[in-house]
């Protein structure tokens, strides 16, 4: 039997989803879940939209429901709400909230016996196995992460939430000479500042206070304040000409040291170009849907991250076919 797979918010992460579930032959899509009207809203392969209000009727007609909503707003409310009614899965990417939404996702799913994931895709996801894998390895050491350069979707959509801002798209740079130094097998401490800039392209309503916009952005609590940022004001048009497209990508970098006397250097890097941000994105998510799956039906009810998968749960392989072909 095939898992049954919902879409809840159909942007640029639902599309992804939406084009990744049908690369799956293990799944199927029931329909895509909109704030919007439904009849104003075209997917890609024609699946079926409904009415965000109308989720509750499909309990039990959906296995894992994808929750694609930005985590500034969106993700804080929806997917505790959502779990309290079916397996959840996001990407909620803010991370110094990350344990606060945790707490209210796994209290929902515990009182109504769902099994939810929170934070997946590949920063936090893919690179945060990458930090505790790297850090047990070499436990003398320091681990630095680098975004970019790319769009990221959430300091964007942070943006796009603003007050007189009608679209935006922020670009992370890491500072190269830092990535340098690091590479070359530096531990030294570096701030916010001297790991990344940041840069914001954005297009405001009429009439709207840029200068506001501007301090409201640079001084973003956990988006943008302990970094280098700029803003610059654009047209719509040179937005979309000049800034389409979602690419990103980064690396976890964990230099530490070896044997008896120390002097000895490890450097493990993992490292993603990403073409898709979104695309990407959503492609881990729809992998984790299929262990969480697996997990609900083997009895576990609560709130998990990707440190509680086990890696074959993610595969359609079986045991057999990983240990001789991956291992």
């Known amino acids: 039997m095939k898992i049954r797979i919902g879409i809840y918010g159909y942007g640029n992460l639902g599309r992804g989803v939406e084009s990744s579930v049908l690369q799956n032959k293990d799944m199927e899509l029931v329909g895509v879940f909109t704030r919007r009207l439904p009849k104003n809203v075209t997917t890609l392969f024609d699946t079926p939209v409904y009415n965000a209000k109308d989720i509750g009727t499909f309990k039990d007609k959906i296995d894992v429901l994808i929750v694609c909503g930005g985590s500034a707003t969106d993700l804080p409310i929806q997917t505790p709400f959502l779990a309290e009614m079916f397996n959840v899965v996001d990407s909620f990417d803010t991370h110094a909230n990350i344990p ?39 436990p003398e050491g320091n681990t630095y992460t680098f975004w970019g350069e790319g769009v990221s979707q959430g300091h964007s959509d942070a943006i796009r939430r603003i007050e007189g801002v ?48 501007e301090r409201e952005i640079i001084h973003m609590p956990n988006y943008f304040e302990n970094h280098k940022t700029t803003v610059a004001f654009v047209s719509q048009e040179v ?11 980064g690396s976890v970098i964990r230099a530490g040291k070896t044997g008896v006397d120390g002097k000895s250097t490890g450097i493990i890097e993992c490292s993603l170009k990403l073409d898709s941000n979104p695309e990407f994105t959503a492609s881990v998510l729809v992998a984790y849907a299929r262990a969480l799956t697996r997990l609900h039906n083997d009895g576990v009810i609560g709130c998990l991250t990707v440190y509680d998968i086990p890696p074959k749960y993610l595969t359609t392989k079986s045991d057999q076919e990983i240990i001789k072909n991956l291992l």
């Open 100 to 138: 606060a939404h945790f707490d209210n996702v796994d209290r929902s799913s515990r009182l109504c016996g769902t099994t939810s994931m929170i934070s997946v895709g590949w920063d936090p996801g893919i690179f945060s196995l990458g930090r505790l894998y790297s850090e047990t390895i070499l």
């Open 166 to 213: 009608a679209d935006a798209k922020q670009y992370t740079i890491p500072v190269p000479a830092t990535v340098e130094k690091v590479r070359a097998g530096s531990t030294d401490t570096f701030s916010a500042r001297e790991m990344h800039t940041r840069e914001c392209y954005v297009v405001v309503k009429d009439g709207a206070d840029k200068s506001r916009i």
């Open 239 to 249: 937005l979309n000409k000049d800034f389409s497209g979602y690419p990103h990508g």
